[in-house]
């Protein structure tokens, strides 16, 4: 339970399993081969969602980073519920980053909201195994006004 | 061919194949191991594309449903051509749904456009094969201005 | 290295490599079974980004057009520099286009743009190998206002 262990260490922690939006079609991780998929999250932590609105109308960069990085932890707690153990990652294989952005919202700073999933990946996996490839980009909608929206793809042990 | 006859019994059918616009370059399945990726589809059905426009525009929810819905039935159509027998699916692994959103439309009801197709896909295939991974989101144009595009992924049988 | 040569003829050739914006938690490229996933990329090419701006705005199509070609050459280097050899590629398996539209921009094209990208790739492998799926969309905003953003899977002989 090493990566666990790593979250605890920086304060941080799995949040609650949320049901599905659409429960009956849809599930939070799919198991195919040596992949885990899982469905884009929201920055949900500590049984609330922290942050609501669009990047440049009522929130930071530092608020949309923190977003991004509640995200990950999304990611982890539906990857944990998949594969028993957050110890069996073999690669962080791919992050995309779905940033809700205002007009006003400068385009320099849309991969920063997305490093916030990014740096925690990588920093709890470390350089060989949790650095990932990643494409992110400025939507113009998200669901319930979410500042960001993450989905990700991870490689693991049989 | 349990699967078609599922569609049949809906009332539906799997739509003809449309050439794709760049067919030179493009083709709408590629198999690689155990997964099938399939190109951006849009709600093709009865010999025309059946909804045009942006949702909160022209369409209501309950009409850009329809159109994923329609998209899901193009998705089968491509799959079935590419590996004879819609049967042989084992997994529906992903759903990506772009949805073309006008300002005035509800961030609450994106995901309600792309339930269209997933509710479709889990319906067909059942709870264990069917329900997939998802990730939804609002688009700023799309091509031709359809209100909705769905691409996927699949896991076949060898 | 066949396929190097055909670019060369082409009159092109794969750009230098830049370094990732968040070099520290991301890379270019992974290699999980047969797949490579690459990173979005944009049109650096010659030394510089060739191309800054929205479609519609300050650039036609053709100019998205070939700004997407670059990108496809920056997909190029970042699997060489993974693989070691262009010709090792069995399969384009996936191309996504991200465009990024001012308001005024056809919706009629959005595909043509992300075509530079796909025509480059099917030319390069041929018909069997290259032509692959794709999905593409207008986006509202990309990092550092480039026009376009091509990421993409490749299949690679173990």
Redesign the interface.
Known sequence: MIIEEKIKKLGLELPEVRPM??A???????H????V????VFPYYGGKYKYIGKMGSNLTPEEGYEAARFCALNLLTELRNMIGDLDKVT??????G?VN?APE?S??K??YVT?GA??L???LYGESR????????????????FPV?I?A?F?VKK
């Open positions: 939006i659409n009956k079609s849809c599930v939070k991780a799919v195919t081969g040596d992949l998929f899982l469905s884009g690669k962080v294989v791919q992050v995309t779905y952005v919202y385009d320099e849309i991969g490093d990014s740096d990946l990588a920093e949790g650095r990932h490839t990643r494409t992110s980009f400025g939507v113009f909608k998200l669901a319930r006004n929206e989905s793809i490689e």
